[in-house]
């Protein structure tokens, strides 16, 4: 039986170790359904997205998950059929969450936390750089929201409800006019295991 390497970042409630160091989740239990009809056994890691990228360039993983689509990925993998759609929030410990324009949170020089080398979909990608405050995790980012050092930041909704599940951040509000939905896909260093996993996820 075919062995497979499977990456993803660490993203709960959609994939992580628990607290016996067994991966869990929701994309997890997904794609490791897919790949048990293909008749693959598969070995999972799951590590900084930046790490998992390395590694696929380099052939060292044969598929990563939970990944976002822009053009210069697509000229490197092969991608997927959609594996679910996710919805991101710009979430702020502001009273003010009434915000419907994304450019009206840098009105008086507001500036908003994102994940490092993390593509969240062209409105935020294409926001300038010295807008953005980058940060290598998003409980990080989301101490320093709730501490009030920044004013706003993007969190997939899913992630954020996992992580304020006993009112963790208890000075942070979604703004529910800035939720925006993308699309997020498997990809592959090979278009036959692609071709195969997109047969099996249908």
Do not use: H
Request: charged share 30%; net charge negative.
């Amino acid at each position: 039986m075919k062995t497979i390497i499977v990456g993803a970042d660490p993203f709960p409630p959609y994939q992580y170790y628990d607290d016996r160091g067994q991966i869990q989740g929701l994309d997890y239990m997904k794609v490791k359904s897919v790949i048990d009809k293909m008749g693959y056994k598969a070995e999972y890691i799951i590590n900084d997205w930046s790490k998992i990228e390395d590694m696929l360039v380099s052939r060292e993983i044969d598929m990563a998950f939970q990944v976002q689509k822009t053009s210069e990925r697509e000229e490197i993998y092969y991608f997927s059929e959609k594996l679910r759609d996710a919805a991101t929030v710009i979430v702020t410990s502001l009273e003010d969450t009434s915000l419907g324009d994304i450019n009206d949170l840098f009105l008086d020089g507001g500036r908003l936390g994102v994940i490092d080398n993390y593509k969240y979909g062209e409105i935020i990608d294409s926001i300038e750089k010295e807008k953005k405050i980058a940060y290598k995790s998003l409980e990080k980012m989301l101490d320093d929201i709730d501490n009030g050092l920044i004013p706003y930041g993007v969190a997939d909704l899913g992630v954020f409800n996992y992580l304020n599940e006993d009112n963790t951040y208890k000075n942070i509000s979604t703004m529910e006019k800035l939720i925006f939905n993308r699309p997020l896909y498997v990809v592959f260093n090979d278009s036959s295991l692609r071709d195969k996993f997109n047969q099996c996820l249908r």
